[in-house]
């Protein structure tokens, strides 16, 4: 962990990379994918939209006019409305301070919106890279670190790969365009680019064996 007061932007690290290392590819996420996928906001909205027409057919039932049921129902669109006001915000928020990069070295994201943190993965501790499209063609790249090491699922997230609590794998999600990440990693990594598709899948981009060591995650307020 890195305790110091200041936490540089991306682009300075990238800036100041150690000689004979080499930027491949930068970028981040989409806002919407990232509300999306990780923000879960067509989720919610449809918890909401549920919950009315639960409320709306339980009034009904009670023997309530059509108009009492619909002003029934229709309470809860206060609360869901700054459900998702809040939860779209988070996700912009969250898509406006991500920021992810490929070197010839490692993998970086940094992220954040009241403590940014910067996770620095070095590509030796990456023993798998994966790629899923998703049907608006944005795409997701979760990463296999060595089993003997370990990152903080809460530090990472929402860069990390869904319902992979015991062994956390940090992803970078929501690219716009994963074309160029896919052909990053690949050339980054050794590996070969798996065939891009607007259906939604997930494809191994490579394997191999690396040695052990730690994946560094930097953060402060």
């Known amino acids: 962990m890195n305790d110091d007061d200041y936490e540089p932007s991306l682009n300075e690290r990238l800036q100041h990379l150690p000689e004979g290392e080499k ?12 509300a999306r996928e990780a923000f879960h906001v067509r989720g919610v909205a449809l918890y ?7 409320r709306f057919a339980a009034a009904l039932s009670d023997g309530q006019s059509a108009l009492d049921a619909l002003s029934y129902a229709a309470a809860l669109l206060p609360l869901a409305a700054i459900a998702m006001t809040l939860l779209v915000w988070l996700a912009w928020m969250s898509a406006r301070n991500t920021s992810y990069a490929v070197t010839t070295k490692r993998v970086l994201i940094k992220s954040g919106v009241a ?3 910067t996770l620095n993965i070095p590509l030796r501790y ?12 944005s795409g997701d790249f979760p990463l296999t670190i060595e089993k003997s090491e370990r ?24 690219v716009a365009d994963p074309a160029p990440l896919a052909d990053a990693l690949a050339k980054a990594l050794g590996g070969q680019v798996p065939a891009l598709s607007s259906a939604p899948q997930r ?11 730690a994946a560094s995650a930097a953060s402060s307020s």
């Open 126 to 137: 990456i023993v798998n890279a994966g790629m899923r499209i998703h049907k608006d063609g």
């Open 203 to 213: 494809a191994p981009l490579m394997s191999h064996s690396a040695p052990g060591g």
């Open 48 to 54: 909401f939209v549920i919950l009315m027409a639960w």
């Open 23 to 34: 930027l491949i590819w930068k970028g981040g996420p989409a806002f919407w994918p990232l």
């Open 151 to 174: 990152i903080a699922w809460l530090i990472a997230w929402p860069n990390v790969r869904p319902w992979h609590m015991s062994h956390p794998e940090p992803m970078l999600r929501g």
């Open 115 to 117: 403590l940014t943190g």
